[in-house]
């Protein structure tokens, strides 16, 4: 086995780790900018809702990224795995720049067309936080992609603890402006800003550490190999594209649920907010798979990719069932953070809960397997299955259970369930067929 037991433990451990902490970040301004009433928070959550679509496309590239460098490993091919982890670099820094240009000079438009039933106030802070934190797009890139060089090695631990630096400025950034200078919705995108951006700068330094088997040589003069760069481009583009119309179908839910007042959005953006600690489990592993399994296919060892891929999918399952079982029980207590009144409160209570039980059920076959298909060169599949199911079961279902049936902010969050459904059905039939091991001999024959 390429993998043993205590090699996994390495990989995922501080993975699972790092993603907490991440979460960690959006949360932490998102419970701190309570304290500035009802709109801070909303326009916060309004703005994470179409950042993510951003965030998953800038890790959807480093993803194709350390899939192409785990298969080079497997193959055992150095030369590739040093090229294509300078190609990665600056393929995300340049794409994490081009986001910023667009989504800074068109924020005040998007925002108006995707939410413009708010009121003026929540909208006032979504536009000033969507500046700030668009600001950072390009470190998030080059962080993500020195990241998955480290972890397609099996190496988890450096990106782990620059986490842990970022999310300690990013805790006190969040303390001295929003409390102390009282800037809301603006004082937790600058700290999340300024974490950001030193987070990139420790990840691109470690980058070109010469004490490391494999370092990025003259890391500032680029000569785009473009064979390497459709590689890349080839797993990351069909998985940034797919996460990205994801995200964008959760925002189109966001825009139904902007329609139902200013309660039902605080109690959906607390929710979501909390809702997010589930997705670590799976989010962290999932990772780890494009490891596993990329280096499984690279060595041409089907039988053990299958292995490990349901083997991971266990896990989360073990890991998830835990924390849906404590967090539904804590449930009043941890929506107690948010400061909302007894109402909001109440309601979100009901949708965190309904989501618990979700997710503790469907949610690994339906969006962690799939990154073992990726990672076997299955993306296109992938791709198509999961943007149909998005735009029919959650959208659609979106507007039959909330507006047409007259269900609510809830009727959103039952057309996510069927979204779920759906997606875990058609992928467990694929990972029995045993089609999605074809792909990558077909890709490199």
Known sequence: MLFSRRDLTKLIVPLLIEQAL?????????????????????????VDSINLLILYFLGSLSTGGAIVISQAIGAQNTKNV?????????????AGIALTVVMVF?????????????????????QIYFLFTALSYPFIALRNAVGATYRAFGNSKVSMYVSFVTNILNIGGNALLIFYFNMGAAGAAIATLFARIVGAGIMVGLACDKRRPVYVENILHFKPDFKLIKRILGVGIPSGFENSVFQLGKVMTQSIVSTFGAVSIAANA??????????????????????????CVGADESKQAKIYAR??????????????????????????????????????????????????????????????????????????????SMWIFRV????????????????????????????AVIFGIRYFRGTWLTKYKKQTD
């Open 270 to 295: 607390a929710a979501n907010t909390l809702s997010a600690m589930l997705y670590i489990p799976g989010a962290a592993i999932g990772s780890a798979m494009t490891t596993v399994i990329g280096r």
């Open 22 to 46: 991440s979460v960690t970040i959006g949360m932490m301004d998102t419970v701190m900018v309570a304290q500035a009433g009802e709109a801070a928070v909303s326009g916060v959550s309004l």
């Open 106 to 126: 068109f924020r005040k438009g998007l925002l108006k067309l995707i939410f413009g039933s708010v009121s003026a106030e929540i909208m006032a802070n979504a």
């Open 311 to 388: 083997r991971l999918v266990g896990i989360v399952y073990a890991i998830l069932l835990v924390m849906a079982v404590l967090m539904s029980v804590f449930s009043t207590q941890l929506i107690g953070l948010f400061n909302l009144s007894e109402e909001a409160a109440t309601l979100a209570v009901n949708l965190f809960v309904f989501h618990n039980i979700c997710v503790a059920i469907v949610h690994p076959v339906a969006f962690t397997l799939p990154n073992s298909f990726r990672a076997a060169c299955d993306v296109s599949y992938t791709m198509v299955l999961s943007i149909s």
């Open 82 to 94: 040093k090229a294509s982890e300078k190609q990665l670099i600056w393929v995300s820094f340049l």
């Open 396 to 423: 659609g279902g979106s507007f039959f259970f909330a507006k047409f049936l007259g269900l609510g902010v809830i009727g959103v969050w039952y057309g996510m369930a069927c979204d779920w459904v759906f997606r």
